[in-house]
Antibody, heavy 121, light 110 residues
Framework: EVQLLESGGGLVQPGGSLRLSCAASGFTYSSYAMSWVRQAPGKGLEWVSGITGSGVSTYYADSVRGRFTISRDNSKNTLYLQMNSLRAGDTAIYYC??????????????WGQGTLVTVSS | QSALTQPRSVSGSPGQSVTISCTGTTSDVGGYNYVSWYQQHPGKAPKLMIFDVSKRPSGVPDRFSGSKSGNTASLSISGLRAEDEADFYCSSYAGSYTLVFGGGTKLTVL
């Protein structure tokens, strides 16, 4: 069974940092691009960042570029999101998601259960 | 990276058909065939229903179909069932290696 399990969320002060992890299982991890998608409380979905299967290429939304860094460790089947200079507007549930096919823009499935990040003083 | 435009809500009775629109620009929906649709039930993670404008992932009923005309993509659901009630989101590749989502549509089954 394909599974994604996020961890690392929590409460952090504005300006602080947090690193999210997403452990993958049930598929050949290095063959698939991965992404982070967030959802603010009661709001819609927002794509945050993506990374190719090899990890060579990374992509970011304008809202997080320069503050967030996506990476992956294919030996550990794990995806990461390093979040720095956090703002109140970054408060959201963060989902990791696998690309459905091997093409990064081909839709995301499956998704993890999400991890909540709250930025507040 | 402006969000794609979706109606806030749509509704239909069991057995009926509904269509949800997703309007973008030539820089996203109109420019690429990388449109996807997701269903999200309250408190749950989204589920992929359509990718590449009109392709259905395995396990998604053929009651769900997707299409595109110009800068507007559409998700059609036929034979509405109570369990279809959920939020639906569209997404599209927006060029420059970025992706944009729609604001979401709440589907109510009357």
């Amino acid at each position: 069974e394909v599974q994604l399990l996020e961890s690392g969320g929590g409460l952090v002060q504005p300006g602080g940092s947090l690193r999210l992890s997403c452990a993958a299982s049930g598929f050949t991890y290095s063959s698939y691009a991965m992404s982070w998608v967030r959802q603010a409380p009661g709001k819609g979905l927002e794509w945050v960042s993506g990374i190719t299967g090899s990890g060579v290429s990374t992509y970011y939304a304008d809202s997080v570029r320069g503050r967030f860094t996506i990476s992956r460790d294919n030996s550990k089947n794990t995806l990461y999101l390093q979040m720095n200079s956090l703002r109140a507007g970054d408060t959201a549930i963060y989902y990791c998601a696998r690309t459905y096919t091997t093409i990064i823009w081909d839709g995301f499935d499956p998704w993890g259960q999400g991890t909540l990040v709250t930025v507040s003083s | 990276q402006s969000a794609l435009t979706q109606p806030r809500s749509v509704s239909g009775s069991p057995g009926q058909s509904v269509t949800i629109s997703c309007t973008g620009t030539t820089s996203d929906v109109g420019g690429y065939n990388y449109v996807s649709w997701y269903q999200q039930h309250p408190g749950k993670a989204p589920k992929l229903m359509i990718f590449d404008v009109s392709k259905r992932p395995s396990g998604v009923p053929d009651r769900f179909s997707g299409s595109k005309s110009g800068n507007t993509a559409s998700l059609s659901i036929s034979g509405l069932r109570a369990e279809d009630e959920a939020d639906f989101y569209c997404s599209s590749y927006a060029g420059s290696y970025t992706l944009v989502f729609g604001g979401g549509t709440k589907l109510t089954v009357l």
